[in-house]
């Protein structure tokens, strides 16, 4: 079963936009959610990263918004540019756990 | 200059042939991991490691082996028992567990079945 479920598969946004990127988690006991950034032929690099003891977390035009209750979180890019393009994994993890449960990817396109 | 270095980048395997890709890292970080990258698949765990000579396997671990005998190296085998083997292959580290704890990936390696 799949324990991180993010959504679009695929966004197209102009330059200016918001781009919203939606992840929903399952376990309870997660405990850990980042988000990542891959270029095409390149390893996924940590963008930027949330705990549950907080609703909010920004850096830059880079925005996590976190819903404990819901068990949902998103990311939120201000004023996107071209060279935000890219796919972009949520995940999760548990306490106790070292690896990352990674969403399936979204594919952003930002268009000049 | 700290980091994870995987090679190759580029790797091609003939049928039946078993290939092993390197994972190094001088990041003095404790857990490694070992993760299958398909288009549309996300990022799926195939080995980790949270010590040395010490490692457990993940989600997609069949067809695939590891060593852990030094801090810094976390080689992956692919046998040729693996049906599927062409992907994108990356090798992550962290500090280990808890919510402090950030993953930092190489920067893959591309596996071709020729």
């Known amino acids: 079963q799949q324990q991180v479920k993010q959504s679009p598969q695929s966004l197209i946004v102009q330059k200016g936009g918001i781009s919203i990127i939606n992840c929903a988690y399952e376990n309870t006991a997660f405990d850990y959610f980042p988000w990542y950034q891959q270029f095409p032929g390149k390893g996924p690099a940590l963008l930027i990263a949330i705990r549950p003891d907080v609703s909010e977390k920004k850096e830059g035009r880079f925005t996590i918004s976190f819903n404990k209750s819901a068990k949902q979180f998103s990311l939120h890019i201000m004023d996107s540019q071209p060279g935000d393009s890219a796919t972009y994994f949520c995940a999760a993890r548990g306490r106790s756990q070292g690896n990352l449960i990674f969403g399936k990817g979204t594919k952003l396109s930002v268009k000049p | 200059d700290g980091g994870i270095t995987q090679s190759p980048k580029y790797l091609f395997r003939k049928e039946g042939q078993n290939v092993t890709l390197s994972c190094e890292q001088n990041?003095?970080?404790?857990?490694m991991y070992w993760y299958r990258q398909d288009p549309g698949q996300g990022l799926r765990l195939i080995y980790y490691?949270?010590?040395?000579?010490?490692?457990q396997k993940g989600d997609i671990a069949e067809g695939y082996s590891v060593s852990r005998e030094k801090k810094e190296s976390f080689p992956l085998t692919v046998t040729s028992a693996q049906k599927n083997p062409t992907a994108f292959y990356l090798c992550a580290s962290s500090t280990g567990t808890g919510n402090t704890a950030e993953a930092f990936f190489g920067q893959g390696t591309r596996l071709t079945v020729v």
């Open positions: 990041l003095n970080h404790d857990a």
């Open positions: 490691s949270q010590i040395v000579n010490d490692f």
